[in-house]
């Protein structure tokens, strides 16, 4: 959803929201779009988003394409999204844990942060087996629908979930757990076990182990490693949750000594 249909702050400065409205519009749906779509979508007049759009072009924000009709973000968008992940010290300290980790497993390992009802991956490691789930850095999905997102979600009580998520909840498979009292029992068993898990909820056949970190950042980080079913039945889930527990103890221990935790 826009910016502009959940309304904006009375202290917010219309052009410079409007700005951000478009890059989150274009981040949000991964698309090109043109002139009129972005407009729809952000209730706003084409003839005041065609400027706004124009600066941001000259500036390298937005891209067009060869048709000169469809905007996408442009390489300044990345740059900054680079900065942004070399800044964060835990994105930045996370590297040789994940390498570990992803060398130990053999299987697909994120790092990703809670941001609103959202879990977005902020670095990935590979498996090394042909046949693994898709991901990106940078990619959004909903927290009630991954282990990531219930490991970090596991540290709050059953009032401020339901106050935290967007309900009805989506059904991204025919697994997903929508029920909130479903949601809530798998919460509370991820709290008392140490570790969270999405099967099949997020992509069909793929089971996935979190671990929260505990850090800050509004909602807390998590490591989690993810397989196809055909490899992680239960005992193989059993002992990738010993590893990425490990891995995050070893996490938390390097945040400590620079005093992020």
């Not at 972005?38 to 924000?61: D, F, Y």
């Not at 905007?71 to 300044?76: I, P, Q, R, V």
């Not at 970090?152 to 989506?170: C, N």
């Amino acid at each position: 959803m826009a910016a502009a249909a959940r309304g904006r702050r009375p202290e917010e400065v219309k052009s410079a929201a409007r700005v951000l409205e478009v890059l989150e519009l274009l981040g949000n749906e991964g698309a090109r779009l043109s002139l009129a779509e972005m407009a729809s979508a952000m209730a706003v007049p084409k003839s005041s988003l065609h400027a706004i759009l124009r600066t941001m072009e000259a500036r390298r924000w937005v891209d067009l394409d060869a048709s000169g009709t469809r905007y996408s973000l442009g390489l300044k968008a990345l740059l900054t999204g680079t900065a942004y992940l070399e800044g964060d010290d835990v994105a930045s300290l996370a590297g040789p844990v994940l390498d570990a980790l992803a060398e130990e497993t053999g299987e697909s390992v994120h790092l990703g942060r809670l941001d609103g009802t959202d879990v977005v991956y902020l670095a990935k490691r590979e498996s090394r087996h042909a046949l693994r789930m898709y991901s990106a850095v940078g990619r959004r999905l909903p927290a009630h629908a991954t282990a990531l997102g219930k490991a970090m979600l596991s540290q709050y009580d059953a009032a401020e979930v339901q106050r935290r998520l967007d309900w009805p909840l989506a059904r991204l498979t025919p697994d997903t757990v929508t029920d909130p009292d479903e949601l809530i029992r798998q919460l509370a068993e991820a709290r008392l076990q140490g570790w969270a898990m999405d099967d099949g909820e997020n992509s069909v056949d793929i089971r996935c182990v979190a671990v929260a970190l505990g850090t800050g950042h509004g909602g807390g980080d998590a490591i989690s490693c993810s397989a196809p079913k055909s490899r992680m039945d239960d005992a193989r889930a059993q002992e990738i949750a010993g590893a990425v527990t490990e891995a995050a103890h070893s996490l938390r221990t390097l945040l400590k000594r620079l005093g992020q935790h």
